[in-house]
């Protein structure tokens, strides 16, 4: 069914790379839509088991690409340089639409020039990956990037079918030209994954074991996306190099500033740096999900004791109020710790606040 309660029009999903988009996608679409069969490609054999188990997938195969045949839409969700090479498998079956998730769009619709072939993108993702990391809702409020190549004749009906597809699993589609997707993306997702990462090697550079245990919430926040499957993202950013570059330029002369002002005791200026980032950084949209995971966190201060986080899951629930995602962080041993809540939106992060601290909580 579409979000409004039609049927789609889609009967058969193919799904190749069942990791954690691939997997996320064929969950959301068995438990959000009427599509009853979705077959997958994987070369993990156990990823395929599982999903066949758990009735996610209704067939699977390790290689042969004929499973996806009668297709009405197959979504390709394998690393980009395996989609990259995929052109000639993928014209030998009769598939009605095919379309992809890379995180580049132009090197990826260069690759696969089929008549056939729409370029796509969800926003949504994770530092996690694999089929037992994915989950159906990941892509709710999550924009979702429609790229049409020039060479492209796939008919409008079918993609607002695909379209009414991305609504029914949550997510809010997007068209805009693959330039325009590669030099956003570079700006809001790959660069901070080279930034995140830079700042963790640097630090593991540094390390004389006191720093690591000094790291609190900042250093973990900045970081979290560091612990991104490498060989994923050194494909992805090779493959954005072209709008990677000019960006990364950029950010080395926004660094250079705030050098310059530290150099020169500069105590107006890095305010000033510091107050422009602020600014941006609580405008962002926090009822959308995107590259940047923007969602209401809560952060609640516990003592280390026993039951302190089913008392506050039930201080919420009697409050109504939904827990998108908890993360424990004990980094102060023996002295209790920090839960951070995600929540939906920011009511409820308010609404939340009021209820932990009246429970006598401090939160922040
Ligand atoms: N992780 C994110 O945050 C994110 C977000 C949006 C889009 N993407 C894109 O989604 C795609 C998949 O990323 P992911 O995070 O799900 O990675 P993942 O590692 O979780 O999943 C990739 C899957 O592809 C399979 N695979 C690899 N080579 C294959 C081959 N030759 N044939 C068949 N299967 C093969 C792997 O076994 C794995 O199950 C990438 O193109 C990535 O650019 C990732």
């Known amino acids: ?111 696969i020039r089929l008549p056939n072939f729409v370029g796509g993108h969800p926003m949504a993702g994770s530092e996690r990956y694999g089929y037992a990391c994915s989950n159906g809702s990941l892509f709710e409020n999550a924009l979702y990037v429609i790229c049409l190549p020039e060479y492209s004749e796939v008919s409008a009906n079918m993609l607002q079918s695909f379209e009414e597809l991305i609504r029914a699993i949550g997510a809010i589609p997007m068209r805009m030209t693959a330039k325009e997707h590669d030099e956003r993306v570079a700006a809001v997702s790959h660069l901070p994954h080279i930034v995140a990462s830079s700042l963790s090697l640097l630090m593991a550079n540094r390390d004389d074991g006191a720093l690591s245990r000094m790291a609190a919430g900042g250093f973990r926040d900045i970081t979290r996306i560091a612990s991104s499957n490498s060989k994923l993202w050194a494909g992805i950013t090779s493959n954005s190099r072209e709008a990677l570059l000019p960006i990364l330029d950029e950010y080395i002369d926004t660094l250079t500033k705030w050098k310059t002002a530290l150099e020169n005791n500069d105590s107006a200026e890095l305010e000033k740096l510091f107050a422009q980032g602020a600014i941006y950084r609580d405008h962002l949209d926090i009822n959308l999900r995107g590259a940047l995971e923007a969602s209401a966190t809560l952060n609640v201060h516990v003592e280390d004791k026993p039951g302190e986080l089913a008392r506050i899951t039930a201080i919420l629930g009697k409050g109504n109020i939904n827990i998108r995602n908890i993360n424990i962080r004990n980094f102060r041993t023996y002295e209790g710790g920090q839960v951070s809540l995600l929540l939906g939106t920011t009511k409820e992060a308010v609404e939340a606040y009021a209820l932990l601290k009246e429970a006598g909580y401090v939160c922040d």
């Open 1 to 111: 069914m579409s979000s409004e309660g039609k049927p789609l029009g889609i009967r058969k999903v193919g799904i190749v790379g069942l990791g954690l988009i691939g997997g996320s996608l064929a969950k959301a679409i068995h438990g959000r839509t009427d599509i009853k069969e979705i077959v997958a490609i994987d070369k993990d054999e156990a990823s395929l088991k599982m999903a066949e188990e758990e009735g996610v997938i209704t067939g699977s195969s390790c290689d042969d690409v004929s499973i996806l045949s009668g297709c009405d839409v197959v979504i390709l969700c394998a690393p980009v340089d395996v989609i990259k090479n995929m052109q000639d498998d993928l014209a030998k079956v009769d598939i009605g639409m095919i379309t992809d998730v890379g995180s580049v769009k132009q090197p990826v619709m260069d690759a």
